[in-house]
């Protein structure tokens, strides 16, 4: 396979200031699904609106397919197809006018428009609506019509910026079929941004972590996790910041502990016998009258490596989506 994006040291200062992309360099070969996880404010959509021609950079390089983003815009511009967080259907138009309408905008000759057009109705399943105002389309419908108007002209890559943000969970497995298909199937390469830790597990075969405007860490899913090298128990107090040094101290003295790291909403443990050592735990803090809201053990996941590269959390309400929680509101 070769790169069909390759960027170097890429650099985007605003105006007022603000670094939003910080030297980043990294490279997507043809037919992969790449991912950049990252929280709000991390440069994911920034990056995005450079290679795809939407800002102009500050310094640094960036190809898509061979092309310079500064000086071949109008060349990238024909191969890549973009889905950006908001949809952009018109709600006036049926879902058939909205993917009949992007094809003339890619002048498309009308009989392979009308062509392009069924196929993409039935690869989204939006077959029983195709002829429906879109604006009477609910939100995951939107998304999905959004999503083939993005692949009308057969681009050779698609940008997918945080594509299922705000959908229930029915939708969202729902476009992660569609993408799942796309990309191996019709070899579509696929660039996804996400702030959702099991969106970036299940869909990207690598990916890079990002926040602050740096790439922190890439590599595969399951590379990353293995990394951590232990299992986690994530202790969550009922009074943090009165508690937190004494239990920090209490747990980091228990053998097998191998690391601690703790952020505002809790502290966690990693050892290889993670399992064994909760019930030590809970005694260790129960006898130093420290109260305990709730106690989880998992396997390294995403979230792990975020909080060991960059010492928190990629979003608060990612810890009520822990694998085990074995205690609940545990007491005295």
């Known amino acids: 396979m070769s790169a069909i994006i390759d960027v170097k040291d890429l650099v985007l200062v605003y105006s ?4 939003a992309v910080d030297e980043i360099s990294f490279g997507v070969q043809e037919g992969e699904f790449f991912g950049f996880l990252g929280p709000n404010g991390a440069g994911k959509s920034t990056t995005i609106k450079i290679l795809t021609t ?3 950079k500050t310094a640094g390089t960036a190809t898509i397919a061979g092309f310079d983003v500064d000086t ?4 990238i511009r024909k191969v890549i197809g973009v889905q950006s967080q908001e949809t952009t259907v018109d709600g006036d138009l049926t879902g058939k ?3 009949t309408l992007q094809g003339h905008f890619h002048q498309m000759k009308t009989d392979d428009i009308k062509k392009r057009v069924d196929e993409l109705i039935r690869l989204v399943g939006l077959e029983a609506a195709a ?3 879109a604006r009477n389309y609910s939100g995951g419908m939107k998304k999905r019509l959004d999503l083939a108007t993005a692949l009308i002209h057969k681009p050779k890559m698609l940008f997918l910026d945080e594509p299922t943000t705000g959908l229930d969970p029915q939708s969202r497995s729902a476009i992660w079929s569609y993408l799942e298909k796309l990309n191996k199937e019709e070899d579509i390469t696929i660039f996804l941004t996400t702030q959702y830790l099991e969106e970036a597990d299940k869909l990207c075969k690598r990916l890079a972590i990002i926040d602050v405007g740096k790439i922190v860490a890439s590599g595969s899913p399951a590379d990353l996790k293995r ?3 232990a299992d986690s128990i994530r202790i969550a107090l009922e009074n943090c910041q009165k508690d937190g040094t004494k239990a920090k101290e209490l747990i980091k003295s228990m053998t097998g502990v191998t690391e601690l790291m703790d952020s505002e909403e809790c502290i966690t443990a990693y050892a290889k016998n993670a399992g ?3 019930a030590d735990i809970v005694r260790a803090l129960d006898s130093s009258d420290i109260r305990i809201a709730s106690v989880t053990f998992s396997s390294p996941s995403l979230d ?3 909080l060991k590269h960059t010492g928190k959390r990629i979003r608060a309400e990612e810890l009520v989506k822990a694998p085990s929680a074995i205690w609940g509101g545990a007491r005295r």
């Open 54 to 56: 939407l800002l102009r």
């Open 276 to 278: 064994s050592l909760i």
């Open 304 to 306: 792990d490596v975020f």
């Open 131 to 133: 002829n429906r105002r």
């Open 16 to 19: 007022d200031g603000t670094k």
């Open 72 to 75: 071949q815009a109008s060349e």
């Open 97 to 99: 006018e909205n993917l």
């Open 227 to 229: 990394e951590i090298g």
